[in-house]
Every structure is written in C-alpha cells, then in structure tokens.
Nanobody, 124 residues
Framework: QVQLVESGGGLVQAGGSLKLSCTASRLTFSTYVMAWFRQAPGKEREFVAAISRRGITTKYADSVKGRFTISRDNAYSTVYLQMNSLKPEDTAVYYC?????????????????WGQGTQVTVSS
C-alpha cells in the first residue's frame, strides 16, 4: 500500500534550523499535491505548508511564513520542509500528507494519505 515516511525531526534550540523529508512509495508522486501538517500535544492538527504537483505554487500558514520553505523533488518522490528561525511554539509532531485533488487545501481530512509523523522539539 501507499507509504509516506518522514525523517529529519529532532531537538533543536530556538533560532536553529531543521530540514524534514518525506519520501513516498507506491503512488504516482507527481500527481499529488503534498503538504505538511503539525500537531502539538492537546491541540488539533494544523496546516503548515503545501506545494503543487510540479512545485510551482506553494502555500503557508501565517505562523510559519518567511521561516519555513516547502519544496519537492518528483524524481525522488520526496517533499521537504526547511524550517529556520525555529521557535518553541513550533514544537509538534510533523506529518506529511498527499492529496490527489489539484488544490492547495488546508483541511486535514481532505488529504488522502498520511505519514506516521516525526517529532520536532524546540527548546527555549
């Protein structure tokens, strides 16, 4: 079945950087919009960023705009999230998701496939 596998999470000090990766298998990667969501303890899953199928268009949550960059490499079926100037409030489990509908949607339950998540912890 379809698999999305995230990596790159970890512990970092405030102001630091991390780069997350998500590699897909058993799906035609270039036909899916890809996105990152995150979920902090006791909170709902929230949209972080999305990228169009060819990587031309991106969308970001206001809370990460200017600090995070989403990108993709269709040749390697991988989507990335470069996170700079990290803040303690960025601490969460980060999930990648795939959506066959060609729109950059922000609602989690509209996405077709999900990874297992990777923990990002930002210390103050």
């Amino acid at each position: 079945q379809v698999q999305l596998v995230e990596s790159g999470g970890g512990l970092v000090q405030a102001g630091g950087s991390l780069k997350l990766s998500c590699t897909a298998s058993r799906l035609t990667f270039s036909t899916y919009v890809m996105a990152w969501f995150r979920q902090a303890p006791g909170k709902e899953r929230e949209f972080v960023a999305a990228i169009s199928r060819r990587g031309i268009t991106t969308k970001y949550a206001d809370s990460v705009k200017g600090r995070f960059t989403i990108s993709r490499d269709n040749a390697y079926s991988t989507v990335y999230l470069q996170m700079n100037s990290l803040k303690p409030e960025d601490t969460a489990v980060y999930y990648c998701a795939a959506d066959l509908t060609p729109a950059l949607r922000v609602v989690p339950n509209t996405y077709d496939y999900w990874g297992q998540g990777t923990q990002v912890t930002v210390s103050s």
